[in-house]
């Protein structure tokens, strides 16, 4: 395994969803080793929020992936719900890939990283949307990188377990008042279903996501996170 100072140092890394959460984590590590860091999302305020943590190396763009011209969990499912999932999760994914690879196959060199989950890699009731569209990132991360591997360019996934934070906490007070317990006991319920007896945390995906680029022989690779939530 390489260096990451020495992979990372002075390359230009894209974030999307970096105003918070996975996103943030993922910009502060890459920044951690030197990268400068473009920041892309939703709402500037919490990009801002991100880019004031880094300093002069991060930059800022606003920007819904989602939508082609920008960048040129449910039971009752309606159809425009299942859409907006979808348009997140793999259109976003694809239409950034779509906006970048040109320049990376140009020169012969470049990484992408996709986050999928390990929802799309095992029954998560109540989740379909969801799960659906997380297999699809890991489709779209295998065949990515069998065309674009030839040329130089990596493409690779992780797959993280729930992560600790405000997301959660909220899942697990739904849940508390849904089954009539306390939101500690629905989160031990929980990850009792994980090795560890734990989720993983936001500043562990970021560690990955920077050990996956220091792997010079990794493409088409699916890295599991998930504390031992997910067994093969």
Not at 69 to 94: I, K
Not at 100 to 111: A, N, T
Request: proline share 6%; with cysteine; charged share 20%.
């Amino acid at each position: 395994m390489r260096a990451a100072d020495e992979v990372v140092g002075g390359r230009t890394a894209l974030v999307t969803g970096a105003g918070n959460g996975l996103g943030r984590a993922i910009a502060l590590a890459l920044a951690g080793h030197g990268a400068r860091v473009v920041l892309v999302g939703r709402r500037e305020g919490p990009l801002r929020g991100s880019a004031a943590m880094i300093g002069p190396a991060a930059r800022v763009v606003t920007c819904d992936v989602a939508d082609p011209s920008a960048v040129d969990a449910l039971t009752d499912v309606q159809p425009h719900e299942w859409e907006e999932v979808f348009a997140v999760n793999v259109r976003g994914a694809y239409l950034v890939c779509r906006a970048f690879l040109p320049p990376m196959l140009e020169r012969g060199s470049g990484d992408v990283v996709n986050i999928a989950s390990v929802s799309g890699k095992r029954p998560l009731p109540g989740r379909t949307p969801c799960t659906a569209s997380k297999t699809a990132v890991l489709g779209l991360t295998t065949t990515l990188a069998h065309e674009v591997g030839p040329r130089g360019v990596t493409v690779n996934s992780i797959s993280p377990g729930p992560v600790a934070g405000p997301r959660m906490e909220r899942n697990f007070a739904r849940e508390a008042q849904r089954s009539g317990t306390s939101p500690a006991q629905a989160e031990e319920q929980f990850v009792s279903r994980a090795a560890l007896r734990r989720m993983v945390t936001a500043e562990e995906v970021a560690t990955a996501t920077v050990a996956v680029l220091c792997v010079p022989g990794l493409c088409g690779a699916d890295t599991d996170l998930s504390a031992g939530m997910v067994a093969r």
